[in-house]
């Protein structure tokens, strides 16, 4: 990949309670908000469930298209937890006890408590490196680009302290929004448009808000990119042009 290009990354979401809507994702936003103030761009999202064959295809399918993959979820104690397996099975490793991570479970339990179920999240892929966990000790682990990780947010949020050291990072991208109250974006995607066509360096997106009785309606413009002058630069034209049709606009 090019030495000057942003890192690149792709998250994958493991579990069949996400995927029955039984449990509600919140990692996704976690990590894309972690990678973002690392300049990380992250270019994928999957979610797939308990099943080895969909977690090994999706998992070699991100790993060689970005620089990093970060999974959450089955890596605990109960017999739906198999991505450890899944991710020795990617990647053509055995899965065995980690001496490390034994140790860790074993300070973790009391006399009695800590049993073969417990024992199972001491296993992960031969020459992997351990992932801190500093909530229920239990660690995560990485492989390679791929960081495996737990599927509760709280400890999936702490896990992320011991990867951020690890990472690539870049520069930040700066973004700037242009508020427009009262309009649809039907009314002002031509205004949008010739601003991205001026600056196709830089990202432009349109979001409307207000609909369902939420309040005010209007629409979100925002502006992002690498260059933080640019982007101040760019957010002109556009509200020139809003204000000069007579529509009200804050800028962020």
Same mark, same amino acid.
């Given at each position: 990949m090019n030495a000057q290009a942003a890192p690149t990354a792709a998250v994958l979401?493991? +579990?069949d309670e996400i995927l029955s809507g039984r449990t509600k994702d919140t990692n996704l936003n976690t990590i894309a908000?972690?990678?973002?103030?690392?300049?990380?761009?992250?270019?994928?999202?999957?979610?797939?469930?308990?099943?080895?064959?969909?977690?090994?295809?999706?998992?070699?399918?991100?790993?060689?298209?970005?620089?990093?993959?970060?999974t959450t979820g089955g890596i605990g104690p109960t017999h739906d937890d198999i991505t450890a397996d899944a991710v020795g099975a990617a990647f053509g490793l055995a899965v065995a006890e980690h001496p490390e991570a034994l140790a860790i479970l074993e300070r973790r339990y009391g006399p009695g408590e800590f049993n073969a179920a417990?024992?199972?999240?001491?296993?992960?892929?031969?020459? +992997?490196?351990?992932?801190?966990?500093?909530?229920?000790?239990?660690?995560?682990?990485?492989? +390679?680009?791929?960081?495996?990780?737990?599927?509760?947010?709280?400890?999936?949020?702490?896990?992320?302290?011991?990867?951020a050291p690890r990472l690539r990072t870049g520069a930040v991208v700066h973004a700037r929004t242009i508020r427009v109250l009262g309009v649809g974006e039907g009314a002002i995607a031509e205004v949008l448009r010739a601003a991205a066509d001026a600056r196709r360096d830089l990202s432009f997106g349109s979001y409307p808000f207000?609909?369902?009785?939420?309040?005010?309606?209007?629409?979100?413009?925002?502006?992002?990119?690498?260059?933080?002058?640019?982007v101040?630069?760019?957010?002109?034209?556009?509200?020139?042009?809003?204000?000069?049709?007579?529509?009200?606009?804050?800028?962020?």
């Amino acid at each position: 990949m090019n030495a000057q290009a942003a890192p690149t990354a792709a998250v994958l979401i493991i +579990g069949d309670e996400i995927l029955s809507g039984r449990t509600k994702d919140t990692n996704l936003n976690t990590i894309a908000r972690f990678l973002a103030a690392l300049g990380i761009d992250l270019m994928e999202a999957r979610t797939v469930g308990d099943r080895q064959d969909q977690i090994v295809g999706a998992l070699n399918a991100l790993r060689a298209t970005c620089d990093y993959v970060f999974t959450t979820g089955g890596i605990g104690p109960t017999h739906d937890d198999i991505t450890a397996d899944a991710v020795g099975a990617a990647f053509g490793l055995a899965v065995a006890e980690h001496p490390e991570a034994l140790a860790i479970l074993e300070r973790r339990y009391g006399p009695g408590e800590f049993n073969a179920a417990r024992r199972r999240m001491a296993r992960i892929p031969e020459g +992997g490196s351990l992932i801190a966990n500093p909530v229920t000790d239990a660690p995560g682990f990485q492989v +390679g680009n791929v960081f495996v990780m737990a599927g509760v947010p709280k400890i999936m949020e702490a896990m992320l302290q011991d990867v951020a050291p690890r990472l690539r990072t870049g520069a930040v991208v700066h973004a700037r929004t242009i508020r427009v109250l009262g309009v649809g974006e039907g009314a002002i995607a031509e205004v949008l448009r010739a601003a991205a066509d001026a600056r196709r360096d830089l990202s432009f997106g349109s979001y409307p808000f207000g609909f369902g009785g939420e309040g005010a309606v209007g629409t979100q413009l925002v502006i992002r990119g690498r260059d933080e002058a640019k982007v101040d630069l760019a957010e002109h034209d556009p509200c020139r042009e809003l204000r000069s049709l007579g529509i009200d606009i804050a800028v962020t």
